[in-house]
């Protein structure tokens, strides 16, 4: 009988043991049997080595890292010790469904690329329902660039091939690695200049397989709301987008992050220049910078709703 390929688990963790344990549990519970998981601590992190302690599974390889490095190096260094020949990106907060590597690995077992990434939907986790997203499927013949940032509606939200749904091969990670010392935007940096190898192609499991858990009272580092670090980070980026995605991830992520924190008048003309200039408009991504200028949030969250989205209590992950 022919054994499935070993893939390798990487999951970066700082200061959340409770979840930490969850993650973990969903990756182990996984219907692919061959798997390990390597849980990198990024720094002081006795709690979370406390947490993991009590899961008596030899799949389970833990590396405390003496300082804190950032997400981006502790992925890199988890995917260095991995002995897989695939990798699957876990974030400490979110979950994964039993049956979410076998899915991907079909797709990637089925992809002539040298290099597949494959994503899939999530279920975004609110302390009040559940919602599937993103609702459009992705269309791999776009440019990554327009794939992650130019939505259709209020209700699609940033979560395209969001980390925790990343699946591919160790030897690509290795040869395009996490940019080391980026506080925020890691998956999307990472996500552009993987689109630029060759050897890189992009599908997509229209399933939902990866629970991401958004909590009103807990700030993660990607929803951070520091619009200067966003528009500088675009900038240097600019090259990787096309002029479409370029005015719709100004007016979706920076204009959006700046008006949560009320910048002035100063600031909005500063990302308005960038929208027009920089960028190439279109009656879509105008209509998004004058949503996040003029219209107030609780009007836009009411417009989040759709039948295509199911919406449905919380429900706990079976393996889990």
């Given at each position: 009988?022919?054994?499935?390929?070993?893939?390798?688990?990487?999951?970066?963790?700082?200061?959340?043991?409770?979840?930490?344990?969850?993650?973990v549990?969903?990756?182990?519970?996984?219907?692919?049997?061959?798997?390990e998981?390597?849980?990198?601590?990024?720094?002081?992190?006795?709690?979370?080595?406390?947490?993991?302690?009590?899961?008596?599974?030899?799949?389970?390889?833990?590396?405390?890292?003496?300082?804190?490095?950032?997400?981006?190096?502790?992925?890199?260094?988890?995917?260095?010790?991995?002995?897989?020949?695939?990798?699957?990106?876990?974030?400490?907060?979110?979950?994964?469904?039993?049956?979410?590597?076998?899915?991907?690995?079909?797709?990637?077992?089925?992809?002539?690329?040298?290099?597949p990434?494959?994503?899939?939907?999530?279920?975004?986790?609110?302390p009040?329902?559940?919602?599937?997203?993103?609702?459009?499927p992705?269309?791999?013949?776009?440019?990554?660039?327009?794939?992650?940032?130019?939505?259709?509606?209020?209700?699609?939200?940033?979560?395209?091939?969001?980390?925790?749904?990343?699946?591919?091969?160790?030897?690509?990670?290795l040869?395009?690695?996490?940019?080391f010392?980026?506080?925020?935007?890691?998956?999307?940096?990472?996500?552009?200049?993987?689109?630029?190898?060759?050897?890189?192609?992009?599908?997509?499991?229209?399933?939902?397989?990866?629970?991401?858990?958004?909590?009103?009272?807990?700030?993660?580092?990607?929803?951070?709301?520091d619009?200067?670090?966003?528009?500088?980070?675009?900038?240097?980026?600019?090259?990787?987008?096309t002029?479409?995605?370029?005015?719709?991830?100004?007016?979706?992520?920076?204009?959006?992050?700046?008006?949560?924190v009320?910048?002035?008048?100063?600031?909005?003309?500063?990302?308005?220049r960038?929208?027009?200039?920089r960028?190439s408009?279109?009656?879509?991504?105008?209509?998004?910078l004058?949503?996040?200028?003029?219209?107030?949030?609780?009007?836009?969250?009411?417009?989040?709703?759709?039948p295509?989205?199911?919406?449905?209590?919380?429900?706990?992950?079976?393996?889990?």
């Amino acid at each position: 009988m022919n054994c499935p390929e070993l893939v390798s688990v990487v999951i970066p963790t700082l200061n959340r043991p409770e979840l930490l344990r969850k993650a973990v549990l969903s990756a182990l519970c996984q219907t692919w049997s061959s798997i390990e998981v390597i849980v990198v601590i990024d720094g002081e992190g006795r709690t979370s080595e406390e947490a993991l302690a009590s899961i008596g599974d030899e799949r389970l390889h833990v590396i405390p890292l003496a300082v804190n490095l950032g997400g981006s190096e502790a992925r890199n260094i988890g995917v260095r010790a991995a002995k897989g020949d695939w990798i699957a990106f876990l974030d400490d907060d979110d979950e994964w469904l039993p049956h979410k590597i076998a899915r991907q690995m079909e797709a990637a077992k089925a992809s002539q690329a040298p290099f597949p990434v494959i994503s899939a939907r999530l279920i975004v986790r609110k302390p009040e329902c559940d919602l599937i997203r993103p609702i459009h499927p992705v269309d791999p013949r776009l440019p990554v660039s327009e794939q992650l940032f130019c939505r259709k509606t209020f209700a699609d939200g940033p979560y395209t091939m969001q980390t925790s749904t990343l699946l591919t091969r160790r030897e690509a990670v290795l040869a395009i690695p996490f940019r080391f010392g980026l506080r925020r935007h890691q998956d999307w940096d990472w996500l552009l200049r993987a689109a630029c190898n060759p050897k890189v192609a992009f599908d997509f499991v229209p399933e939902p397989l990866t629970v991401f858990r958004v909590a009103d009272n807990r700030q993660s580092v990607g929803r951070a709301l520091d619009w200067h670090f966003t528009l500088r980070w675009a900038q240097e980026m600019r090259g990787y987008f096309t002029p479409k995605a370029y005015s719709f991830f100004i007016a979706t992520e920076c204009v959006a992050r700046a008006v949560k924190v009320k910048a002035g008048p100063a600031a909005r003309w500063l990302l308005i220049r960038e929208f027009v200039y920089r960028g190439s408009p279109t009656p879509r991504s105008l209509m998004w910078l004058a949503a996040f200028l003029f219209i107030p949030q609780r009007w836009r969250r009411s417009g989040q709703k759709s039948p295509s989205i199911s919406a449905r209590p919380q429900q706990p992950i079976s393996a889990v």
